[in-house]
């Protein structure tokens, strides 16, 4: 098993690009979620899912879209990035609400 | 808003001690978890005790829970070097759903 794999590791990007960030498990697990790490912060959620078709907001929503359309996969999307949003991104996925979570090896995001 | 804070943020040993962070959180939980993250690295899951549990153990590491006094206890006994890494707290406040970390303790274990 890979676990959760996150793509893609490093990223540069302008104020106003968007981008997608990629997430994928292969432990059939039901719930998945992103989170940002920033210093002095913490982790902090950005959105989660407790299946296919069904996400919900976490905390520090604001900037960003989460689609949930297979058990497998969970992307991230800056819509308009932001200096704010640079950040580390860690996706994180357990077999059920409640439950440990594994984490990625996260995306170091900078924007410009 | 941080559901855990960890204490102290940041801690000094030599190989062979014994290390203790605490977590003390805000409101009612079903669960607290405890993580470490290495340099750069995700965070992996270290130990799960549930609301009805005072006490687990999982090798080097013991973690305690007091939910009277909304706070828990890891401690890693015999440090090696290779415990040089940030530990976090986290809890769901009363929802699976959320899992809120806190701000990390970082534990520097010297040869």
């Known amino acids: 098993n890979a676990g959760v794999t996150q793509t893609p590791k490093f990223q540069v990007l302008k104020t106003g690009q968007s981008m997608t960030l990629q997430c994928a498990q292969d432990?059939?697990?039901?719930?998945m979620s992103w989170y940002r790490q920033d210093p002095g912060m913490g982790l902090r959620l950005i959105h989660y899912?407790?299946?296919?078709?069904?996400?919900d907001q976490g905390e520090v929503p604001n900037g960003y879209n989460v689609s949930r359309s297979t058990t497998e996969d969970f992307p991230l999307r800056l819509l308009s990035a932001a200096p704010s949003q640079t950040s580390v991104y860690f996706c994180?996925?357990?077999?059920?609400?409640?439950?440990?979570?594994?984490f990625g090896s996260g995306t170091q995001l900078s924007v410009l | 808003s941080q559901q855990g804070e960890e204490d102290p943020q940041a801690l000094s040993i030599q190989e062979g001690e014994n290390a203790t962070m605490n977590c003390s959180y805000k409101?009612?939980?079903?669960?607290l978890q405890w993580y470490r993250q290495n340099s750069g690295r995700g965070l992996v899951h270290l130990i799960l005790?549930?609301?009805?549990?005072r006490e687990k153990h999982s090798g080097r590491l013991r973690v305690t829970l007091d939910t009277s006094k909304k706070s828990s206890s890891l401690l890693i006994t015999a440090s090696r070097a290779a415990d040089t890494a940030s530990y976090f707290c986290?809890?769901?406040?009363?929802?699976?759903?959320?899992?809120?970390f806190g701000k990390g303790t970082l534990l520097t274990v010297n040869p």
């Open positions: 986290a809890t769901d406040g009363g929802s699976n759903y959320k899992l809120t």
């Open positions: 899912s407790v299946g296919a078709g069904i996400t």
């Open positions: 409101t009612s939980i079903n669960n």
């Open positions: 005790i549930r609301s009805n549990e």
């Open positions: 994180a996925s357990s077999y059920s609400m409640g439950e440990k979570l594994f």
């Open positions: 432990m059939n697990h039901e719930y």
